[in-house]
């Protein structure tokens, strides 16, 4: 059994929504760099309009069908540090506009990934993508504290909050959220 989303393919092994339209929804929605939507684009594999300065880190999002580019496969709390190993030649890690989409499992991200985000200086943007918002909630409230010997690097701050119905009819609700820095 195979199925399509967003021109991607999947199996029946492959984690994703059972909703195609609601998940191609979802990816209408999400937040672009500049604030906006993407309400008027049809199912695109452009997280945001950027420059070509922009690196986009899809980090615990499975088959990373947000990012699509390169997949760098590990644990996000080893990869964070090696990072501009990845990195194609001539390109500035530290000059570059670096945009995380964080979306990860129902239970949330281990507190590394959260550190990790939070020491990546050159991140003005991270996007976080929950199935489970009071999981997330922890989270993200580990993003926003302010600096201290545990959690250092600068604080997010949450912008936004988009709610998306991926499943009809139940009490399960995306949450698409924007925290900016």
Not at 56 to 75: N, P, V
Not at 77 to 88: A, G, N, W
Request: net charge negative.
């Amino acid at each position: 059994m195979t199925g399509e989303s967003c021109g991607l393919s999947s199996t029946h092994t492959t984690l994703s929504a059972e909703n195609k339209e609601d998940s191609e929804e979802l990816s209408r929605k999400r937040p672009r760099l500049d604030g906006g939507t993407n309400d008027e684009k049809e199912c695109d594999s452009e997280l945001i309009e950027a420059s070509n300065s922009t690196v986009l880190l899809d980090i615990c999002c499975g088959t990373g069908t947000i990012g699509q580019c390169r997949y760098i496969a590990g644990k996000a709390e080893d990869v964070f540090p090696s990072l501009r190993f990845h990195i194609p030649t001539g390109f500035d890690l530290q000059q570059s506009n670096v945009v995380g989409v964080l979306d990860p499992p129902r239970c949330g991200v281990h507190e590394k990934v959260v550190l990790g985000c939070r020491m990546m200086d050159t991140m003005r943007r991270l996007v976080f993508v929950s199935c489970n918002p009071a999981a997330a909630m922890k989270n993200v409230v580990d993003l926003c504290r302010p600096t201290s010997k545990k959690y250092g690097g600068r604080p997010f701050k949450l912008v936004s909050i988009q709610p998306v119905d991926m499943f009809p009819q139940t009490p399960h609700i995306e949450w698409v959220m924007t925290l900016d820095r």
